[in-house]
């Protein structure tokens, strides 16, 4: 069965500085990959996906991710942290032809001024 | 554009009250349509989808249940609610392989 871990439960991180979010799954075939962003009391923001063709893709809010097949991840990135960013970043996967999304458990970001 | 609508956006029930919440979708036609749960601390659970009116596959066993009488309305509910199903009920609808979220519900039962 398919499955996303997100090691990182909090991460905190300074206003400017680089930020790196783990994301791992587990699926035997090729994966269609997601990050979404949720901010306090709101719904969940599609930041990028990964479908096929160049492994490092990029997302609004200058986000990137890169998937890397070797390592079964697909990692988030921001070379700059805005303060805007603290919310609560989520990973998943798509499987069963488009059918069935499974989610991380998720990582909520800090900024700290 | 596409939009989904979630209300109420918060919800103060007691226990043993029935539930009813309503999503709907404009811009789309003939949407897969979802219900999640996301309860404090946990991540995101799948409780219902549907691929077309009258049509409902639940994800698991609980107290709830979905309709979908019209294309692009959804609808969650329970005849009576349990402290357990206090959470943050959200809504999506999908369009080829991306999923949209709605605004959430924020549901207390106290």
């Known amino acids: 069965a398919q499955s996303v871990t997100q090691p990182d439960i909090h991460i905190t991180v300074s206003e400017g500085a680089s930020l790196e979010l783990r994301c791992n799954y587990s699926y035997g075939a090729t994966p269609y990959l997601f990050w979404y962003v949720q901010s306090p009391g709101q719904g969940l923001q599609l930041l990028l996906k990964y479908f096929s063709g160049d492994t490092l893709v990029q997302g609004i809010k200058g986000f990137e991710a890169e998937f890397k097949r070797s390592q079964s991840s697909f990692n988030l990135r921001k070379p700059s942290v805005h303060w805007s960013d603290a919310a609560e970043y989520f990973c998943?996967?798509?499987?069963?032809?488009?059918?069935?999304?499974?989610f991380g458990t998720g990582t909520q970001l800090k900024v700290e001024l | 554009s596409q939009t989904i609508h979630q209300w109420p956006a918060t919800l103060v029930q007691p226990v043993g009250s029935p539930l009813s919440l309503e999503c709907t979708v404009e811009g789309t036609s003939n949407p897969n349509l979802y219900w999640y749960r996301q309860a404090a601390g946990r991540g995101l659970q799948l409780l219902f989808y549907s691929v077309g009116i009258g049509q409902i596959s639940s994800e698991v066993p609980q107290n709830l249940s979905a309709s979908r009488p019209q294309d692009r309305q959804f609808i969650l509910s329970s005849k009576k609610l349990l402290l357990s199903d206090s959470g943050f009920y959200l809504c999506?609808?999908?369009?080829?392989?991306?999923?949209?979220f709605g605004p959430g519900t924020r549901l207390t039962v106290l």
């Open positions: 999506a609808w999908q369009a080829g392989l991306h999923r949209y």
């Open positions: 998943a996967l798509m499987t069963g032809g488009g059918n069935k999304l499974t």
